[in-house]
């Protein structure tokens, strides 16, 4: 199983939005099964990962509403906006592929300007 | 508060064994299918063995089948990750993971995560 593709970097000013995109294929990101199963986590340095975005679009109780996932195809997206200095970490995107195997994504490190 | 305390790890020589331990806490730890999820240093995540919450399912990703083993002990709301054969390709940290979506993915409680090691 190959991980998804997703950008190394990507920065924004205070306030602005930041997306980032998440590519797979129909055996991961695309539909599964008719399900959306992508997750967005976001990392600080030597810290463990947390759950910003599940099954493509909910936000756990805690997460900003700033924090938004959209999906289209193969391809799967996380938007931050209002970027604050506090959201500066990198993020992975995962996806159910099926027959109990998770794919992770490369990781993007967003940096606020 | 939910939580996942993780024990184990540390430095082992190429071929040899480690138990990781994930002890669970305020959460009904018998209803959830729970993860290992590990990354080497400098790398991304990936995805390495769950188990079902009564424990009668397993599964693994390729690259650890016939070395590693995950089990559960409902009782002392314990998860354990066995970890024998060990090679250089294993060094990463250690995250015991809890799935809030049955199993389809969705690691919404995370231990503190162990290093494991290994090297001559």
């Known amino acids: 199983q190959s991980a998804l593709t997703q950008p190394p970097s990507a920065s924004g000013s205070p306030g602005q939005s930041v997306t980032i995109s998440c590519t797979g294929t129909s055996s991961d990101v695309g539909d599964v099964g008719g399900y959306d199963y992508v997750s967005w986590y976001q990392q600080r340095p030597g810290k463990a990962p947390k759950l910003m975005i599940y099954e493509v679009t909910k936000r756990p109780s805690g997460v900003p509403d700033r924090f938004s996932g959209s999906k289209s195809g193969n391809t799967a997206s996380l938007t931050v906006s209002g970027l604050q200095a506090d959201d500066e970490a990198d993020y992975y995107c995962s996806s159910y592929a099926g027959s109990n195997n998770y794919v992770f994504g490369t990781g993007t490190k967003v940096t606020v300007l | 508060e939910e939580q996942l305390v993780e024990s184990g790890g540390g430095l082992v020589q190429p071929g040899g064994s480690l138990r990781l331990s994930c002890v669970a806490s305020a959460f009904t730890f018998k209803t959830y299918w729970m993860n290992w999820v590990r990354q080497a240093p400098g790398k991304g995540l990936e995805w390495v063995a769950n188990?079902?919450?009564?424990?009668?399912?397993?599964y693994y990703v390729d690259s650890v089948k016939g070395r590693f083993t995950i089990s559960r002990d409902n009782a002392k709301n314990s998860l354990y990750l066995q970890m024998n054969s060990l090679g250089a390709e294993d060094t990463a940290v250690y995250y015991c993971a809890r799935d809030r979506s049955w199993n389809y993915g969705a690691f919404d409680i995370w231990g503190q995560g162990r290093m494991v090691i290994v090297s001559s």
């Open positions: 188990i079902k919450p009564d424990g009668s399912d397993k």
